[in-house]
């Protein structure tokens, strides 16, 4: 089995894939980086890929790191055929927009993570972003790790330099850089749920001020448009975790099994998090339409109020405009100035009622 691998490795190093140039390379520009680990310690960058692979089995030893960002089909097509992608892998690589999961190709594992960041805003409105997602994939065999990033976050260098300060990690194999993955992405999810809550805190406050707005429901349906993009990164990555957590994997040695069962964790409380910041923002809602309710209501008894007292001069002056003959008091020096003040007085009698019983 070994001599058939090492003839197939030999087939592909006559065509060598130079990365240190991009316009001769298949790959083209969407390599970041190719770097080669043995014994926990970063050896020196690969430009040819073919050939750090046939060192890397030759010796038994080590790991290849690749970094592509939004790779092309073609671009894709020659790293598929070394490493023995699955295509329908490498389909879901290129094409993104893919659910956060964990996929086994024999001895391979794909796996796709939703990376998310908090978007910085002075004031929240009706039409702020509060998250920016990205995609994150990883092919994970026993002697190679590559990475494929889709959007302008999650770039893995912090994660790179991390594990070099941990050689003792890194001598895990590309199983351990598929956990400082996994953990770096989830740490944003935290970042990312903590942020939220002060938006959240922010539209409380607002809310149930003495001059909360009626605008702010367009503030509540956009936070809870945005917690949605949220929930949608972070939920469905819990079940994939568990099972690197729990279910024996050949790319997933035993001792690691329990870094992912602690960020499996995480991703639950963040799940949880999101979704009482769903549940609290529905109550925010209510509680602003109620009070929307309320505003309107007094607004209609003081437009009701106002109406009544109108209507007494209404009435009065509708019926003395008729222009009959015979009225009351209609030849009379005073009747004028009479008319008047019982217009008057009624209308303060009326409006006095409505101030007693709070419609004014």
């Known amino acids: 089995m070994f001599s058939n691998l090492r003839r197939a490795v030999r087939r592909g190093y006559r065509r060598a894939v130079d990365l240190s140039h991009p316009a001769r390379s298949p790959l083209g520009s969407a390599v970041v980086n190719c770097l080669v680990y043995r014994d926990g310690v970063r050896q020196e960058d690969c430009s040819e890929v073919e050939e750090a692979l046939y060192r890397v089995r030759k010796t ?120 400082a993955i996994a953990d770096h992405v989830v740490d944003d999810y935290m970042a990312v749920t903590d942020a939220v809550q002060n938006d959240i805190d922010a539209v409380e406050t607002a809310v149930f001020s003495e001059n909360g707005g009626r605008g702010d429901a367009g503030r509540i349906y956009q936070l809870k448009r945005e917690l949605l993009e949220l929930r949608r990164a972070v939920a469905p990555l819990g079940r994939p975790l568990e099972q690197l957590a729990t279910q024996p ?85 005073y009747g004028y100035p009479l008319v008047l003040g019982v217009m008057v007085l009624a209308c303060f009698i009326i409006h006095r009622g409505f101030r007693r019983n709070g419609w004014l």
């Open 60 to 179: 038994g030893d080590g790991f290849v790191w690749i970094g592509l960002h939004e790779p092309e089909q073609s671009e894709l097509a020659g790293l598929a055929e070394l490493f023995g992608l699955h295509p329908l892998a490498v389909e879901d690589a290129v094409h993104a927009h893919q659910r956060p999961k964990v996929e086994r190709y024999g001895d391979t594992l794909f796996s796709v993570f939703k990376t998310v960041r908090y978007v910085e805003h002075e004031e929240l409105t009706a039409t702020s972003e509060v998250v920016e997602t990205g995609e994150l994939m990883a092919f994970t065999g026993q002697d190679f790790v590559i990475t494929i990033r889709h959007g302008g976050r999650g770039t893995l260098g912090p994660v790179r330099e991390e594990l070099e300060s941990a050689p003792d990690q890194l001598l895990k194999g590309p199983a351990a850089v598929l956990h």
């Open 249 to 333: 994997i050949p790319a997933i040695p035993p001792e690691i099994r329990a870094y992912f069962r602690d960020v499996a964790d995480h991703v639950t409380r963040a799940t949880d998090q999101i979704g009482a910041y769903d549940n609290l923002l529905d109550s925010i809602l209510q509680a602003h339409l109620a009070q929307v309710t309320v505003a309107q209501n007094e607004d209609m008894r003081k437009i009701t109020a106002w109406a009544a007292i109108v209507a007494v001069p209404t009435m009065v002056c509708g019926v003395y405009g008729m222009n009959f003959d015979h009225m009351p008091e209609l030849h009379w020096t």
